[in-house]
């Protein structure tokens, strides 16, 4: 199973960004997902978490209300839009599939490479 993240890049602070992750070889749609980040020098921590229907998302403090994560079904796609960004988000984000809904990584299994984003002030 691959996952590959996208869309990251250099952005300025209030600008926004869409990450996607795609799927080979796994159909998305049984799973939830989560995107996680990692800072330079910090621990990964967890961003946004979708239910396998889209039903239910969870969120950290941190990002509630600038992010928005999705999900498309048909397109095997999991996606989170970013808005109103701020240097602290400057991350590796990454995508993950999981069991259930949930910001501990013990809950997801398949991990994605990340994408860089960086958010300059």
């Known amino acids: 199973v691959q996952l590959q993240a996208s869309g990251g890049g250099l952005v300025q602070a209030g600008g926004s960004l869409r990450l996607a992750c795609a799927a080979s070889?796994?159909?998305?749609?049984?799973?939830?997902m989560g995107w996680f980040r990692q800072a330079p020098g910090k621990e990964r921590e967890f961003v946004a978490a979708?239910?396998?229907?889209?039903?239910?998302?969870a969120y950290a403090e941190s990002v509630k209300g600038r992010f928005t994560i999705s999900r498309d079904n048909v397109k095997n796609s999991l996606y989170l839009r970013m808005n109103s960004l701020k240097p602290e988000d400057t991350a590796v984000y990454y995508c993950?599939?999981?069991?259930?809904?949930?910001?501990?990584?013990?809950?997801?299994?398949?991990w994605g490479q990340g994408t860089l984003v960086t958010v300059s002030s």
């Open positions: 979708i239910s396998w229907s889209g039903g239910s998302t």
């Open positions: 070889e796994r159909t998305l749609s049984k799973y939830a």
């Open positions: 993950a599939t999981g069991s259930v809904v949930g910001g501990k990584e013990s809950l997801y299994d398949y």
